[in-house]
């Protein structure tokens, strides 16, 4: 049986980082660390690593979202980027969105653990929770699916004029010019690449950007989305 890897002390810069928020932080990194790979959340090689690749990595997308919004975390997984998102801005109102049983119990638990009281953790597809949540400001998404697939996900799920931001890698730029067409379709009226955590983390983590006009989802969800706000407010009369 192999040896698990030790979790390496936090850098200097989460401290800065994460602020009042810093034990949680560490808190966080030994629960993935311990519990995270037990449950086969995270696989052991990523536990060196966890401050630089993954949770700094993840915190420094608060750069780019705007202040007193709602965010849906889509396929949240262990957390990335919603905890470390919630860690860092209390100002927002996190939804974790999450298909899979054993990581949403793993995700309750933390967010209890660590008294996350914006944040609420949601077992479901993002398919299958349009109408049953409320629209949001901001989509985010980190590692989940490439970007065509996960826009037929996270868009349906913005308010209008709302943002999904997709932490990406290398292949951001290629996937945002093959995703074109459907992003287009999906009500899509603007997409940039953005770079962030400038001093935080190295390489700078990419963010794809794609912001909505006033029909996310474009006309494919349209009738989706009227036909669950009826479902919504027949429920809500009975």
């Known amino acids: 049986m192999t040896e698990a890897a030790e979790l390496p002390p936090a850098p200097e810069q989460a401290r800065d980082v994460f602020g009042d928020r810093f ?6 990194a ?41 965010v849906c975390d889509v396929g949240s ?45 949601v077992r479901g597809r993002a398919e ?8 949001v400001h901001v989509v985010t998404a980190r590692a989940v699916a490439p970007l065509d697939r996960l826009a037929t996900w996270g868009i349906p799920l913005l308010r209008p004029y709302g943002e999904m931001l997709a932490l990406k890698g290398d292949t951001a730029e290629e996937e945002l010019k093959s995703a074109a ?11 940039s690449i953005l770079h962030v955590g400038e001093g935080v983390v190295d390489p700078l983590s990419t963010v794809v950007r794609v912001e909505v006009g006033e ?13 669950a706000a009826r479902t919504g407010r027949t429920r809500r009369r009975r």
């Open 215 to 227: 029909s996310p989802g474009g006309v494919r969800f349209a009738a989706k989305r009227a036909k």
């Open 23 to 28: 034990a949680d932080a560490v808190r966080y």
């Open 128 to 135: 299958e929770v349009m109408g049953k949540i409320p629209p």
């Open 181 to 191: 067409t459907a992003l287009s379709k999906l009500g899509a009226v603007e997409t």
């Open 77 to 121: 997984g262990a957390g990335l980027p919603g905890i470390p998102l919630a860690l860092v801005r209390d100002d927002l109102k996190i939804t974790l969105l999450e298909p899979l049983l054993r990581r949403t119990t793993f995700l309750t638990e933390v967010v209890e653990l660590l008294g996350l009281d914006h944040v609420t953790v």
């Open 30 to 70: 030994e629960l993935l660390a311990e519990a995270g790979v037990r449950r086969g959340l995270i696989g052991p090689r990523e536990v060196p690593r966890l401050w630089e690749r993954h949770l700094l990595n993840c915190a420094v997308l608060s750069e780019v979202v705007p202040e007193g919004v709602t």
